[in-house]
């Protein structure tokens, strides 16, 4: 068994480690570990939001519910009667529009209608300031 006291030369220049320096290594590591350390309760707070409350409706009839149907020739029928032209059409929208519960306006176009006369009688539900319309019977428009 051998020991080894000092340098083998007489040299007296102490001998040259060849090892890596690990102190760089170990601050970088802990300046990361404290990054981490901050950013981790950032990410778990919640944002507590006020939602204003909701007043029940007061209205608890449903409103009335006006069927447009738009032939195939251009003929428009208000809930199953003829409309004589646009003149007596845009009449009863006005007085549905200025009612203090506009009725809802189902528009039913037929399959064959071109697509002008649609869009008059959307126009001028628009123009008179009706709110509700919905157009139905799209079943009809897949094939």
């Known amino acids: 068994m051998s020991m080894n006291v000092g340098s083998t030369g007489g040299s007296g220049e102490p001998e040259l480690l060849m090892d890596i320096n690990t102190t760089p290594l170990i601050d970088v590591m802990l300046v990361l ?6 950013t981790i309760p950032i990410q778990t707070h919640a944002v507590k939001l006020n939602m204003p409350v909701v007043n029940p409706p007061t209205q608890l009839e449903p409103p009335e519910v006006v069927t447009i149907e738009v032939d195939f020739d251009g003929t428009i029928l208000w809930n199953g009667q003829v409309v004589q ?15 203090p519960i506009q009725p809802e306006i189902h528009l039913r176009p037929n399959k064959l ?10 126009a001028a539900a628009q123009r008179l300031g009706l709110m509700k319309i919905g157009v139905i019977g799209n079943e009809q428009f897949i094939n």
Do not use: D, T
């Open 85 to 99: 032209g646009k003149p007596e059409l845009e009449q009863r929208m006005h007085a549905a529009a200025i009612l």
């Open 113 to 122: 209608v071109k697509y002008q006369y649609v869009a008059m009688v959307m």
């Open 33 to 38: 570990l404290i990054m981490l350390i901050i």
